[in-house]
């Protein structure tokens, strides 16, 4: 894949990327975000996995929270919300930790696991973001849900990080472009946070034409 390093995009579009190109894009290009239950529910859960840097040592597990990640190559950077190093003799160096260690990126997430694989492919591309930064390899983490109160094991198969790269480099080019695709109604968008900016059930059925007629021109009575 290419060098992405003309701009880096955030880290968590990547889940709304893979939830509706559309969403991704009225968030992170064109900057609307409505509040509803859903997000703030979620933001709650992450201001707790985040206390931003703690390092908390337990045993041979150390674990970090809020740990800030990048990858130039993807073009991505952004905020883990907990990785724990375990201490393994196949792992890396840490600063001012003796020993080795191997990353395992553990994401909280609102709810019980979902239809559809965004939550994988956002621990994926964190963990591309790992393996950059401290040259390992990282094949495994887990997503912790909220509902369940359980963690998943996420594998990061081949095919989960070429669904990563494929996704930079689309998220890349629309960046790019400025490009906000145009609404295809799916079965997520009556749970969807932008329902209301995006208005997938006026857009469908009518014309931009017709609904400045109907909410507009009528209005006014002409
Ligand atoms: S309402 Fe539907 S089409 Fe619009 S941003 Fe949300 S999921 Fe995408």
Known sequence: ?????????????????????????????????????????????????HEDGLRER???VLTVRGLSVFSQRLGLSGKCDVVEFHADSAGVPLQG??????????EYKRGAPKNGDADQLQLCAQAMCLEEM?????????LYYGETRRREPVPFTPELRAQVETMCREMHDYAR???????????????????EVCLPAMTRSLSAATYLHRHIYSEEGL
């Open 1 to 49: 894949m290419t060098d992405l390093r003309d701009r880096t995009l955030p880290l968590s579009g990547i889940q709304h990327f893979a939830f509706c190109r559309r969403q991704w894009a009225l968030i992170h290009l064109e900057g609307q975000w409505e509040e509803n239950l859903r997000t703030a529910e979620g933001e709650l859960l992450h201001s707790r996995a």
């Open 58 to 60: 337990r045993g041979n």
């Open 97 to 106: 930790e003796p020993g080795l260690w191997q990353p395992f990126p553990v």
């Open 134 to 142: 401290l040259c390992c390899q990282v094949p495994e983490g887990a």
């Open 177 to 195: 472009r400025g490009h906000t695709p145009r609404v295809k109604h799916r079965k997520g968008c009556a749970a969807c946070s932008l329902k």
